[in-house]
């Protein structure tokens, strides 16, 4: 099936009026969450996620993108607003774009995340459409031992990319991959930590830990600070940029989309290490670089471009391998499953309707916002407004309904809360949580090819570095391993957290 | 020791990875390690709760040493509220019906702030906001539980 076959099967699956109708409720939703301080795209996922179970496959997780690069941009709102972002990848827009609020221009600091948002939305559809299919291909030569090579290469990634110390983030990822083995193992029955009680028997749900972690555990945080937030009353000024913005804004924004796209498909990359990257980039090759942190253009639209390129391509190793990049990506592979659908290369081949209407969704998502969030602005402003006294407890209640609907259970709640204190525990242990989760989503995965490797080898652990593929992975995975303990990559990753 | 040890993140880190390490190991001592070309049930969560002991011990050590960064401050009240509020919530969902429960969370996390002063208003506030999500959840979604307790 060729590129324009494969897109036109795409757009006819994602325009149909339903699923068009969950594209906007989720891209609405996810803005409006998103905007809200204290939650990222991640506690926003997991926070909705459990609305998606009665929907079919396809609008589920059409929905869910939507919500993703909703919050994103939800989050962008309120770096530039309110100089509070909403997650890691819009810090480096509040530095420019805060400092355009306060000059008047919000306006078009808004008009430049959302242009280069959908310019790098589409470029990013486009990319899935063109390398899905070869690497999915790829992907099915895969044996057991390849896999699981991957997997740690995956996590390896994450470690390197996390924020804060390597070691932690390695204590982190054990960390889940040990929460991962509760449950039933699948290959015995035996139940393994469930402590006795039924409720554990299917292991610890994703969802639970999402929301407690970056949920329930921000908010717990978040009270601790208790900041007296000021929403930029400024003036919003015109909505719509400039010529000379638009000329300004043309050249940052390609190259945002160019490498934000390289840096998501990267496990543990994504929007994050996209938005930080581009700015740097920005910082050694604008015109206008001595500018920039006094409110220049280019270090709104690079970013921006650059997150959402990030957020878009960070789905290809999800969609084709299986293997999630980042913990939202987690949780799209959590609700895949939950809808009966195996993530991994077969997915584009068993379910081509799912795959490309998806990835046509996003486009036509990403449209969406650039359409609405300009008008909606002033709703936004307004829910900035409400003290977060009153924010968190709604945000704590939809947290607990959500989890009780998973599975109509008053124990998920319990747990939640329990993750929730662990969440907070590892904020004040200045630990980030993400690889947590990753280790938690790839720990079931890993152990299943580490045991299906070591069956088809008879018990010899050579069979990871004997066969090229996993080799590979594995090199990779020590090279960027040992790339952190170099001098000069260690100060630029210091420098890139600590701004 | 070196100076400012006792409150290093590594080493509080670090005694939490070894506390959740030995946990999973006695946990764990029952089940069927099995041989690697046949792995038991116990094989995997084994590796890696060794894996997560070495981590911890090395982040102890490495605190012991150079304490770098402290543990920031902890502050109980928002921990304790917001838990409870979960709690109260959980306890009271099925047993109660989910309009006190729902109440019963809000009221309880309105204390985690610690700038929240009771007023007339914002029980009135807690009360629409219980009643729409009543009327959402339950009604509009039908989320399967009762409203009240009968």
């Known amino acids: 099936m060729d590129l324009a076959a494969n897109l036109l099967l795409g757009l006819e699956t994602a325009a149909t009026p339903i699923n068009l109708l969950y594209c906007l409720i989720g891209v609405v939703l996810g803005t409006a969450i998103g905007v809200l301080p204290g939650l990222g795209p991640a506690a926003t996922v997991a926070m909705l996620l459990p609305v998606t179970f009665g929907l079919a496959p396809t609008t589920a997780l059409i929905m869910l993108a939507g919500i993703y690069y909703g919050a994103q941009y939800g989050g962008s709102t309120t770096a530039i607003l309110v100089n509070l972002p909403g997650e890691a990848s819009s810090v480096v827009t509040a530095i420019d774009g805060h400092r355009m609020a306060r000059a008047g221009r919000a306006g078009q600091a808004l008009a430049a995340a959302a242009i280069g948002s959908f310019v790098a939305g589409t470029a990013g559809t486009f990319l899935i459409a063109l390398f899905g299919p070869p690497l999915a291909e790829i992907a099915l030569a895969f044996r057991p031992a390849d896999y699981f090579s991957l997997m740690v290469l995956g996590l390896v990634a994450a470690m390197v990319l996390a924020h804060g110390s390597i070691l932690h983030a390695a204590g982190m990822a054990t960390l889940g991959l040990l929460l991962g083995t509760a449950g039933t193992d699948v290959t015995s029955g035996t139940a393994r930590f469930t402590f006795g009680l039924p409720q554990l028997a299917d292991g610890i749900g994703f969802v639970v830990v999402a929301m407690g972690m970056f949920g329930i555990g921000e908010i717990m945080a978040d009270l601790q600070r208790a900041a007296r937030r000021e929403v930029a009353t400024h003036a919003l000024g015109g909505l719509w940029p400039a010529r000379e913005d638009w000329r300004r804004m043309a050249a940052p924004i390609l190259r945002g989309t160019a490498l934000g796209s390289a840096l998501g498909i990267l496990p543990g990359g994504g929007p994050i290490l996209a938005a930080f990257g581009a700015y740097a980039l920005e910082k050694k090759v604008s015109a206008h670089r001595d500018e920039l942190g006094t409110g220049a253009i280019e270090g709104v639209a690079g970013p921006e471009a650059a997150n959402n390129a990030g957020a878009q391509t960070s789905f290809i190793p999800m969609l084709t391998l299986g293997i999630p990049a980042n913990p939202v990506m987690a949780l799209m592979i959590g609700a895949m499953i939950v809808h009966g659908i195996q993530p991994g290369p077969s997915v584009m081949t068993d379910q081509p309707a799912l795959f490309w209407g998806l990835i046509a969704s996003m486009w036509i998502g990403n449209a969406m916002l650039l359409a609405l969030n300009l008008p909606l602005i002033g709703v936004w402003v307004r829910l900035l407004r409400v003290p977060y006294g009153y924010l968190f407890p709604a945000i704590l209640a939809f947290c607990a309904i959500g989890a009780y609907s998973l599975s109509n259970a008053t124990f998920d709640v319990h747990l939640m809360a329990l993750f929730g204190i662990l969440g907070y525990a590892l904020n004040r242990l200045d630990c980030g949580p993400a690889p947590l989760l990753l280790g938690f989503v790839l720990g079931p995965m890993m152990e299943e090819f580490l045991r299906r490797a070591l069956i088809l080898s008879a018990g010899d652990p050579w069979v990871f570095a004997t066969r090229p593929i996993s080799a590979a992975f594995l090199l990779l995975a020590a090279a960027l391993l040992a790339s952190v303990l170099v001098p000069a990559v260690k100060r630029t990753r210091a420098r890139a957290f600590a701004e | ?150």
């Open chain 2, 1 to 150: 020791m070196a100076q400012g040890a006792h409150r290093s993140r590594d080493v509080w880190a670090g005694a939490l990875y070894v506390a959740i390490a030995v946990a999973a190991f006695w946990i764990a001592r029952d089940y069927r390690l099995g041989t690697a070309a046949r792995m038991g049930s116990g094989y995997f969560p084994m590796l890696v709760a060794g894996v997560l002991l070495a981590i911890g011990v090395a982040s102890i050590l490495r605190g012991l040493l150079r304490p770098g960064a402290q543990v920031l401050a902890l502050a109980v009240r928002p921990v304790l509220f917001v838990t409870g509020a979960c709690v109260a919530f959980a306890l009271l969902l099925e047993r109660a019906g989910f309009v006190p429960a729902l109440a019963a969370l809000c009221a309880i996390a309105a204390f985690a702030d610690r700038d929240f002063r009771p007023a007339w208003r914002k029980l009135a506030i807690l009360a629409g906001f219980v009643g729409a999500c009543a009327l959402v959840f339950v009604v509009g979604l039908g989320l399967p539980v009762k409203p009240f307790w009968r």
